[in-house]
């Protein structure tokens, strides 16, 4: 049997040990408490998106006018290698009622190059201006070449992208357009990173006008890119405040010359920011997609701010996002966005 007293001291060396085990640990969790915490970085998904093809400016100008560009555009979209899906204006392809080849080639270049496409009406219809029966003709209308060519393929068009973004002036127009979409196989496709590059396409076109045009598209195209991060910033910002989380954001842009211009631009700015692209079928499978779009009004929101305004946000919610320029609206000859 072991003495008492070499049995106490075993047993007060033991306690000791202990106590300052507890010690360190309690240290060692202040100094986590304290250190600062590092953040999660959001998750950084984005489906790009390609609206009035053939071409903007088509059927008004002649094909052999805008050719060079729409081919710059293609071989940007070959270059970045990133999914994105291009809606079409059927309308585009005609000259006087009568369907142009060329215009038709242009939809396969965006085929070959490894795009997808979809459906933005006949005319660009606007749904608030021509109503809902005329705005479903249109629909179908601009389906007559898309369907057939995708067909030869092995796809169908299953996403509508509506023109303006204006959606429905009432909760019971967009319910009956919901039943026709989904009766003739389509899905909205929605916008969360709105934004005003039309208005910096015209200024580029109109940029060519002016002496040192040269130098000034490349301010336009260096500024272009600058206000586009900050709709991503703004936009993943909004996300993140009314979801709680950054939501696969699904960008809007045209087929224009200043975004055949800088098309490789943007992509690579948006990676920068950490930004993965994907198709919209992956992005749109997040479930914030489900959300009702309560807006009514005359404009074509953001989809992040259609929700907020179902959610019934103050007004200081939208506050802060970015404008175009006054600089870049006078080139335009706007006075406003």
């Known amino acids: 049997m072991r003495p008492f007293a070499t049995l106490h001291s075993t047993l007060a060396h033991s306690t000791l040990l202990r106590y300052l085990f507890a010690g360190l640990l309690?240290?060692?969790?202040?100094?986590?408490?304290?250190?600062?915490?590092?953040k999660t970085a959001p998750d950084r998904r984005i489906a790009m998106t390609v609206d009035d093809l053939p071409w903007v400016q088509l059927p008004a100008v002649p094909t052999a006018q805008i050719i060079a560009d729409h081919h710059r555009l293609i071989a940007a979209i070959g270059r970045a290698g990133v999914p994105v899906i291009g809606f079409v204006n059927e309308g585009k392809l005609e000259d006087g009622g009568q369907l142009q080849t060329e215009r038709v080639a242009m939809l396969r270049d965006w085929l070959d190059a490894g795009a997808t496409l979809g459906n933005h009406s006949y005319n660009h219809a606007d749904l608030h201006a021509v109503g809902l029966k005329a705005y479903e003709d249109d629909i179908l209308r601009g389906e007559r070449q898309l369907r057939p060519m995708l067909q030869a393929r092995g796809q169908t068009p299953h996403w509508f992208r509506h023109p303006y973004l204006r959606a429905g002036r009432s909760a019971q127009d967009k319910i009956d357009l919901a039943k026709f979409l989904d009766a003739h196989g389509y899905r909205i496709a929605s916008v969360t990173v709105d934004n005003s590059d039309w208005i910096w396409a015209a200024?580029?076109?109109?940029?060519?006008e002016r002496p040192g045009a040269?130098?000034?598209?490349?301010?336009?195209?260096?500024?272009?890119?600058?206000?586009?991060g900050s709709k991503l910033d703004y936009y993943e910002q909004q996300s993140i405040a009314l979801l709680g989380y950054n939501l696969p954001q699904v960008w809007l842009i045209h087929a224009n010359a200043l975004n055949a211009a800088s098309y490789g631009d943007l992509i690579t700015m948006a990676r920068k920011r950490g930004y993965r692209?994907?198709?919209?079928?992956?992005?749109?499978?997040?479930?914030?997609y489900q959300r009702t779009d309560a807006y009514t009004g005359p404009a074509g929101p953001s989809w992040l701010h259609r929700w907020a305004i179902g959610a019934k946000q103050p007004t200081s919610f939208f506050a802060g996002e970015p404008t175009v320029p006054d600089w870049v609206l006078t080139l335009a000859k706007l006075d406003s966005e």
Do not use: N, V
């Not at 309690?26 to 590092?38: C, H, I, M, N, R």
């Not at 200024?203 to 060519?208: C, E, G, I, K, V």
């Not at 040269?214 to 586009?228: F, H, P």
């Not at 692209?277 to 914030?288: T, V």
């Open 26 to 38: 309690l240290l060692a969790g202040s100094a986590a408490a304290a250190a600062p915490q590092a």
């Open 203 to 208: 200024a580029y076109l109109h940029a060519a």
């Open 214 to 228: 040269a130098k000034l598209k490349a301010r336009l195209r260096r500024d272009y890119i600058k206000y586009m």
């Open 277 to 288: 692209f994907i198709g919209l079928d992956e992005a749109m499978r997040d479930r914030a």
